[in-house]
């Protein structure tokens, strides 16, 4: 019984960080657009749009802290994050080029996989192509996969 039950808290924190992470993709994406700052949205994200105590439908579960972290992380490590995502593109191409939603996901993405070790890549990858699926039909959740497969591997050859 105690492993099913450690099995479903498991379950339960890979739901709830699946959840921020495509939060911390909407929160990116909201600043580009908006051009509000970490804090603000990071506050309006935890205010009105998390929480599993409210009944309304658009209020989603999700692990608040590492969403967090993900947001400042990325906005903390930027000068890091974009110069290696620019990296993984076709020569010519910037970063500012790509779609607004595209450059969020490999910012996230890049982010975790360069600076958060405790995360194993393939979870990283994995998770960032799901969510890419998630807004995209066509050749980006690819584009995503690759670029996030050479990054991991220039990253983290221990773990390839």
């Given at each position: ?102 450059r969020a996901i490999l910012r996230v993405g890049g982010f975790e996989l360069l600076h958060r070790k405790d995360v194993p890549a393939r979870v990283v990858i994995d998770e960032y ?32």
């Amino acid at each position: 019984m105690a492993a099913a039950s450690k099995e479903s808290a498991s379950e339960n924190r890979a739901r709830l960080r699946r959840a921020a992470r495509l939060s911390a993709v909407q929160a990116l994406y909201q600043m580009e657009i908006s051009g509000q700052g970490a804090s603000a949205v990071i506050r309006e994200f935890r205010d009105h749009r998390f929480g599993g105590d409210h009944e309304a439908a658009e209020y989603v579960e999700a692990d608040e802290d590492f969403f967090e972290s993900l947001v400042s992380g990325v906005v903390e490590k930027q000068a890091k994050v974009d110069p290696a995502m620019d990296a993984l593109l076709a020569e010519g191409w910037r970063l500012e080029r790509l779609d607004s939603t595209v450059r969020a996901i490999l910012r996230v993405g890049g982010f975790e996989l360069l600076h958060r070790k405790d995360v194993p890549a393939r979870v990283v990858i994995d998770e960032y192509i799901e969510i890419a699926n998630a807004f995209f039909e066509g050749s980006e959740p690819k584009f995503i996969n690759a670029a996030f497969d050479r990054a991991a591997r220039d990253a983290r050859p221990d773990e390839f």
